[in-house]
Nanobody, 117 residues
Framework: QVQLVESGGSVVQAGGSLRLSCAAS????????MAWYRQSPGKQRDLVAS???????TYADSLKGRFTISRDSTKVAVYLQMNSLKPEDTAVYFC???????????WGQGTQVTVSS
């Protein structure tokens, strides 16, 4: 059983920064991608950024230059550095892990990010 635990969500003023963390536990095969998604009330869950097991990154176009995804090669963990935050970045941020072996998506419970104006 794979579990993902996010942390780092908080209330921050516009223009501020936050760093989200996600740690995975359980039996995880080496070939896995990780990503961050976010969801605002009444809206669909959207991709924020992803990083493959080879380190290739992808970002939502609107977030390029402000957000940076990274992963720890020594453990199964992914991070999201968020700078110059805007009120529209307010959402629940979810960590995602995809394993190639069994083609399964795993999700964390989410962490709330609130950006005040």
């Amino acid at each position: 059983q794979v579990q993902l635990v996010e942390s780092g969500g908080s209330v921050v003023q516009a223009g501020g920064s936050l760093r989200l963390s996600c740690a995975a536990s359980g039996t995880i095969f080496s070939q896995h991608d990780m990503a961050w998604y976010r969801q605002s009330p009444g809206k669909q869950r959207d991709l924020v950024a992803s990083i493959t097991y080879r380190g290739r990154t992808t970002y939502a176009d609107s977030l390029k230059g402000r957000f940076t995804i990274s992963r720890d090669s020594t453990k199964v963990a992914v991070y999201l550095q968020m700078n110059s935050l805007k009120p529209e970045d307010t959402a629940v941020y979810f960590c995602n892990l995809y394993t190639y072996f069994d083609r399964t998506n795993y999700w964390g419970q989410g962490t709330q990010v609130t950006v005040s104006s």
